[in-house]
């Protein structure tokens, strides 16, 4: 059964430094994986998704890599900004979307 | 872009009262799905529909649950007799379905916000 596994729950940085967000996975056999935002009390906005064959997957300021044989995927944050303060969360598919319990980030002015 | 469509945003309900929550998928997608959230909790599969029949259905879709796809357009969850512990964020989602589900990419809606009292 996958399970899904976000590190860490909460973190709260300064503006504009760069920061990692951390996703492992007990079943190594995906095809892809997807990085959502949360708002608080809003819906889930995708932010990107690394199919199986890619190592990184970029979107502006954000940097998703996905290593498969470690179970491990990593969301690189750049120059955060107070706008990037939401919950972050990491997804596989097996028949649905197995998420994690997300990593709440608070980005200070 | 095209995107996924729930209504109402927010329902409140009383205890043992039916509700319908509504969604409009992407429309050439064939997959849809239903999850849903509890306050503070992680975001979990409800059931999932394809070809007009469930594919896949979770241990929390118990009888209470059922999924319709009424139209060409609509696809809607129903609970029968909402509990207290009903109370969640409701989201749909749909995907291509050229692949096997666990190859795409599923696009989610806004979510529905559920309070049963």
């Known amino acids: 059964k996958q399970e899904v596994t976000q590190i860490p729950a909460a973190l709260s940085v300064p503006e504009g430094e760069n920061l990692v967000l951390n996703c492992s996975f007990t079943d190594s056999a995906i095809y892809n994986l997807q990085w959502f935002r949360q708002d608080p009390g809003k819906g889930l906005t995708s932010l990107l998704l690394?199919?199986?064959?890619?190592r990184e997957q970029t979107s502006g300021r954000l940097n998703a890599s996905l290593d498969k044989s470690s179970g491990r995927s990593t969301l690189y944050i750049a120059a955060s900004q107070p706008g990037d303060s939401a919950t972050y969360l990491c997804a596989v598919p097996t028949s649905k979307l197995v998420f994690g319990a997300g990593t709440i980030l608070r980005v200070k002015s | 872009e095209p995107e996924v469509t729930q209504t109402p945003s927010h329902q409140v309900t009383q205890m043992g009262q039916e509700v319908i929550l509504r969604c409009v998928p992407i429309?050439?997608?064939?997959?849809f799905y239903w999850y849903r959230q509890i306050l503070g909790q992680k975001v979990e599969f409800l059931v999932s529909?394809?070809?007009?029949?469930?594919?896949?259905k979770s241990e929390i879709f118990d009888d209470q649950f059922s999924v319709e796809r009424p139209d060409g357009s609509n696809f809607t969850l129903k609970i029968r007799s909402t509990k207290l512990e009903d109370s969640a964020m409701y989201f749909c989602a749909s995907s291509e379905g050229r692949l096997a589900g666990e190859q795409e990419t599923q696009y989610f809606g806004p979510g529905t916000r559920l309070l049963v009292l």
């Open positions: 429309s050439n997608h064939l997959y």
């Open positions: 529909f394809y070809n007009n029949e469930i594919s896949e």
């Open positions: 690394i199919q199986s064959s890619q």
